[in-house]
């Protein structure tokens, strides 16, 4: 009840500004979870965009003037060791394998140490792995187009999971596959009494 000349909010009236408040911020927070929902999906696509496509430039780069190849299986992956000469005339070797959980090694060691990234930079129940890396020479391919043993085809598969601990069933995952044909433009350039590896 107001009095005649008191300023100030009734308590039905203070009740009613509460509850048309809670309405509004309800209705603003829904826009607001799925934006973030969005940030987080689009963060992880454009992270695992970055890590496929930086490894498929690396590969490309050291298979280019490679000498030759060998390719094994290892841990349920395709390995690949591959001899390079250097700018001195050396033969070196490199060699390329995945491990699920700590992506792609690059003479043992991780071709980018930010992926997958730590734990500590995950929320919870988020991951990323490699579930598949394969190697393949064209003489496997049966492909009369493609020179024997001179081309190598790279498959590269990446997943980012999101599992929702309050909510078991909200999950979210995503597989993105990188693939790329390297023309191995130095296999036949050796001479015949050059030893390969």
């Given at each position: 009840?107001?009095?005649?000349?008191?300023?100030?909010?009734?308590?039905?009236?203070?009740?009613?500004?509460?509850?048309?408040?809670?309405?509004?911020?309800?209705?603003?927070?829904?826009?607001?979870?799925?934006?973030?929902?969005?940030?987080?999906?689009?963060?992880?696509?454009?992270?695992?965009?970055?890590?496929g496509n930086d490894f498929l430039e690396q590969i490309v780069r050291d298979l280019?003037?490679?000498?030759?190849?060998?390719?094994?299986?290892?841990?349920?992956?395709?390995?690949?060791?591959?001899?390079?000469?250097?700018?001195?005339?050396?033969?070196?070797?490199?060699?390329?394998?995945?491990?699920?959980?700590?992506?792609?090694?690059?003479?043992?060691?991780?071709?980018?140490?930010?992926?997958?990234p730590s734990r500590r930079q995950l929320k919870e129940g988020e991951s990323f792995?490699?579930?598949?890396?394969?190697?393949?020479?064209?003489?496997?391919?049966?492909?009369?187009?493609?020179?024997?043993?001179?081309?190598?085809?790279?498959?590269?598969?990446?997943?980012?999971?999101?599992?929702?601990?309050?909510?078991?069933?909200?999950?979210?995952?995503?597989?993105?596959?990188?693939?790329?044909?390297?023309?191995?433009?130095?296999?036949?350039?050796?001479?015949?009494?050059?030893?390969?590896?």
């Open positions: 009840m107001k009095y005649l000349g008191s300023k100030g909010f009734t308590f039905i009236e203070a009740l009613l500004s509460v509850v048309l408040a809670s309405i509004v911020m309800a209705g603003l927070m829904i826009p607001m979870l799925a934006f973030v929902e969005h940030l987080d999906r689009s963060w992880s696509v454009r992270l695992m965009n970055q890590y280019r003037d490679a000498r030759d190849v060998n390719i094994t299986s290892r841990d349920g992956f395709s390995a690949l060791t591959a001899w390079v000469r250097d700018a001195r005339g050396h033969l070196r070797e490199i060699s390329y394998r995945a491990k699920r959980d700590k992506g792609i090694l690059r003479n043992g060691e991780p071709l980018d140490k930010t992926f997958p792995e490699v579930q598949d890396l394969q190697f393949q020479l064209s003489s496997r391919l049966h492909d009369p187009d493609l020179l024997n043993n001179a081309v190598v085809l790279v498959t590269l598969r990446l997943r980012y999971s999101r599992e929702d601990p309050d909510n078991p069933g909200n999950e979210f995952q995503k597989e993105q596959t990188f693939r790329t044909t390297i023309y191995l433009r130095n296999q036949y350039l050796g001479s015949e009494e050059e030893e390969t590896p």
